[in-house]
């Protein structure tokens, strides 16, 4: 009897395990990305709100009203992700020693933004002018 050419029952089921294996892998892998892409777009909107609020008040030159202008909890939106922005700012006063006259003022921002179970906080010192 003469052979016929092709493939046999088993080489065409081997063939689809193997496809199916790297196609399931493929999937896992395009999954694992996506989400990874989305974290880290949200993290880059958290720190872009942290560092959009850290250099307003850096540049505003009402040092004495940064408090009232600044300081307090905001929430909004931006770019499909609900977020809320904390402000605090603490003055300080100092002395360098006790029988200096001259006084050392600056004031410790903090901003920190939560969106989606996550926190980024970052601080700055902005001195008296």
């Known amino acids: 009897m003469k052979a016929r050419p092709g493939f046999t029952l088993v080489e065409v089921v081997v063939a689809l395990l193997l496809l199916a294996t790297i196609v399931l892998?493929?999937?896992?892998?395009t999954t694992k990305?996506?989400?990874?892409?989305?974290?880290?777009a949200r993290s880059t909107v958290a720190l872009s709100l942290?560092?959009?609020?850290?250099?307003?008040?850096?540049?505003?030159?009402?040092?004495?009203?940064?408090e009232e202008r600044y300081?307090?909890?905001?929430?909004?939106?931006l770019r499909g992700v609900e977020y809320r922005r904390?402000?605090?700012?603490?003055?300080?006063?100092?002395?360098?020693?006790?029988?200096?006259?001259?006084?050392v003022d600056w004031k410790r921002v903090m901003v920190t933004v939560e969106e989606g179970g996550r926190e980024v906080t970052?601080?700055?010192?902005?001195?008296?002018?």
Do not use: F
Request: net charge negative; proline share 6%.
């Open 122 to 129: 970052r601080i700055i010192t902005v001195g008296a002018p």
């Open 50 to 66: 942290v560092q959009e609020r850290l250099g307003q008040i850096a540049a505003d030159p009402a040092y004495d009203d940064l």
């Open 25 to 29: 892998g493929l999937s896992a892998a």
């Open 86 to 103: 904390t402000t605090v700012i603490s003055h300080h006063r100092v002395k360098p020693n006790p029988s200096s006259t001259r006084v």
């Open 33 to 40: 990305m996506i989400h990874a892409s989305t974290e880290s």
């Open 71 to 77: 300081a307090g909890v905001e929430t909004g939106e």
